[in-house]
Structures are given as structure tokens and as C-alpha cells.
């Protein structure tokens, strides 16, 4: 096997040593989604895959649930939260403008020695994160970089349009990279964007383009928008041209990948990628029935449960691919 990392030998290996999420306890159903728009459970499923998600409780923001996923991965990894060097929050519904999510989260870990700092890349979040965080444990300028992706979708749904609020919930999922020298680790990362494409899926008001104005408010400026069918082509496209470019840089086929974790967007997505990648479906890793797209969490919070339950093993060949906003994508390939 080619390991591109290994190959430079100034570098070092880099592994998720431990992984952690929170979801809300807060479970809006299908049926539920029935009262408050014109929709069914029976198109939401077989359009989506979707049947619940959850949404995050009055008072309860990102940093809430980023920091419960962190403590999570933090104390699955054994490593105290003083001993993080790093943390990189990926989010398009931070607390706030600024500070930074992670800033919050680092304080409320008492990760005093970290420095801290947050990412947008929409629902690629995560895996542009986990490149990012990689390349500071390889050139050992860190030995431990939390990474967490975290969203309260809920806040920037529009819940009177029917064509978006079904889709999405609210999440956290993180990760504790390392050094461990016995594995090989993270094999490679590649991501990729095309902004020429950034009207598709948008928050249009908020930031210095279109300020909050009672005119925005009044406009419904400040939930997200999407166009949902040139969205689900460009996912299907772009997830599997970065799938197949992080493979070919390892030299590993397809059939090798133990476990498959795309993001959790919609169940036809997955299932049109997995079939363009020649992947049988049980490679394939979804609970986008249980927490409908929780964008830069999705990823996380589906390793989480993949390794917990034994889905995931030491050994393993897995494949983390991503599709956001942006439009932005990317993959990894992991050795567990
Ligand atoms: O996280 C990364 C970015 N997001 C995604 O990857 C999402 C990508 N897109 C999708 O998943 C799908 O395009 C959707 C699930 C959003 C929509 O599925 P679709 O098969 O593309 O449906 P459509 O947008 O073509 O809508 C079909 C019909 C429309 O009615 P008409 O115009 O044919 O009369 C919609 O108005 O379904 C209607 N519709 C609904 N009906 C009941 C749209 N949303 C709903 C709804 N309930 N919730």
C-alpha cells in the first residue's frame, strides 16, 4: 500500500485516537413535520430516507453540543482537556459572529493551554477540518488537535418552507488526532470547491454583503435557501470525483473500504453514490433516518456511532466523503 504521508519521512502519521457526539434530546418526527407544513411522512421518507431529527432546546447553542461531543472524544482518546494543543470548530451557525465557537468550547473544556479557532465549509466541515488539523500533528507542531463539527440548523431553518425545513437537525460530532505510531492512520485528505456555484445552497443576509436590516428580517433574508435539485446532482458528482481522487492517491480500490461514511444528506444521495462508486451497500454507513442532515456534525456524529458499535474496527480501511455549500467537498481515507 502507497502511504502518502509516511513517504516524506519529516512527517509523521496522524490518528483519530478518539471519537465523540451529542445530539439534542429533542425529537421532531415526520408526523410532527405534518403540523407545521404541507408535507407527508411518506414523502419526506421516500424523498429523503428521513423519518426524525433532533432540535436543539430553548437556550441550548452549538457550543452546548460541541462541547458535550468534545468531552466525549476527549475521554474515549484518555486525554485530559488540558493537554489539547488544538481546536477547530467547523459551522455556518456559530454562537455568534465572533468570538469563535471554538473559543467558547475551549473555555468550557478548561483546554487552557489550546489555541482555538473555527471553520466554515458548510457540510464539508468536518473532513476540511480534519486536513487542516492533520497537517499540524504531521509537521509536529502539535501533539493533540481536537476537531468538532457542530451545527443548530434549527436556528437558520426557515420553518415555513416546506422544501427546506424538513431536511435538517441539529448536532455535534468531534474527533482527538494524534501521533500513534503503531497505525498508519489517516492515508489522505483531498478537498475541492467551486463558488461559481454558490447560490445554489446560501444564508443570504447577516454578513457584510447584506447586514441585518428590519427589511432582511421582514424578507426571510436570514434562513438558508437551497435549490434542491442542482444540489443533489452536484453532491452526487462531487462526492464521488473526491471519493475516487483520496482512493487513487492510496492505490486502494473501492472493494477494500471496510466502511463507507459519506455525509448524511439524503438517503438517495448515498445511494447513488455508493452505486457510482461500485461500492456494495452495506459498505455504506447512514443514520440520516435518525438526525436528517446536520451538516459539518453529520460526518462526525456517523463515525461516532460506526466505531461505538463495532461498526468500524482497529484495522480497518475507511472513507469519509463530503458535499456542502459553497459548493465545497472532499474525502478521506483512513486507516482505523
Ligand atoms: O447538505 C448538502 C446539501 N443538501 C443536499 O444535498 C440536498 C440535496 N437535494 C435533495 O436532497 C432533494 O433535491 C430534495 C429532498 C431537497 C428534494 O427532492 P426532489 O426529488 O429533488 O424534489 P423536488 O425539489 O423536485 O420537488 C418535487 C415536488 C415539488 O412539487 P411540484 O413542483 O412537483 O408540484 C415540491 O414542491 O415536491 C414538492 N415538495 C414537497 N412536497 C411535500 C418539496 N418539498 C416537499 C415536502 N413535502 N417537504
Given at each position: 500500500m502507497n502511504h502518502p504521508r509516511t513517504s516524506r519521512p519529516h512527517l509523521r502519521t496522524v490518528s483519530i485516537t478518539g471519537v465523540g457526539s451529542c445530539v439534542p434530546d429533542r425529537v421532531l418526527s415526520n408526523a410532527d413535520l405534518e403540523r407545521l407544513v404541507e408535507t407527508s411522512d411518506e414523502w419526506i421518507t421516500t424523498r429523503t430516507g428521513i423519518r426524525e431529527r433532533r432540535i436543539a432546546g430553548d437556550g441550548q447553542a452549538t457550543s452546548d453540543l460541541a462541547t458535550e461531543a468534545a468531552r466525549r472524544a476527549l475521554a474515549d482518546a484518555g486525554v485530559r482537556a488540558e493537554d489539547v494543543d488544538l481546536i477547530i470548530v467547523a459551522t455556518v451557525t456559530p454562537d455568534m459572529p465572533f468570538p469563535s465557537t471554538a473559543c467558547l468550547v475551549q473555555h468550557r473544556l478548561g483546554a487552557t493551554r489550546a489555541a482555538a479557532f473555527d471553520i466554515e465549509a458548510a457540510c464539508s466541515g468536518f473532513v476540511y477540518a480534519l486536513d487542516i488539523a492533520s497537517h499540524f500533528v504531521a509537521s509536529h507542531t502539535y501533539d493533540v488537535v481536537l476537531v468538532i463539527g457542530a451545527e443548530k440548523m434549527s436556528s437558520v431553518?426557515?420553518?415555513?418552507?416546506r422544501n427546506t425545513c424538513v431536511l435538517f437537525g441539529d448536532g455535534a460530532g468531534a474527533a482527538v488526532l494524534q501521533n500513534r505510531p503503531s497505525a498508519h492512520g489517516l492515508l489522505t485528505t483531498c478537498l475541492g470547491s467551486d463558488g461559481g456555484k454558490a447560490s445554489l445552497l446560501e444564508l443570504p443576509a447577516g454578513g457584510s454583503a447584506c447586514p441585518a436590516t428590519a427589511e432582511t428580517v421582514a424578507a426571510r433574508r436570514h434562513y438558508l435557501r437551497m435549490d434542491g435539485k442542482e444540489t443533489f446532482k452536484n453532491a452526487v458528482n462531487a462526492m464521488v470525483t473526491a471519493a475516487n481522487h483520496a482512493l487513487g492517491r492510496c492505490g486502494i480500490g473501492i472493494e477494500r473500504i471496510q466502511c463507507i461514511i459519506p455525509h448524511q444528506a439524503n438517503q438517495r444521495i448515498l445511494t447513488a453514490v455508493a452505486e457510482r462508486l461500485g461500492a456494495?451497500?452495506?459498505q455504506v454507513f447512514s443514520n440520516v433516518e435518525k438526525y436528517g442532515n446536520t451538516s459539518a456534525a453529520s460526518v462526525g456524529i456517523a463515525l461516532d456511532e460506526a466505531v461505538k458499535s463495532g461498526r468500524i474496527r482497529r484495522g480497518d480501511l475507511v472513507l469519509l466523503v463530503v458535499f456542502g455549500a459553497g459548493l465545497t467537498w472532499g474525502a478521506a481515507v483512513i486507516e482505523w
Open positions: 431553518v426557515d420553518w415555513t418552507d456494495r451497500p452495506e
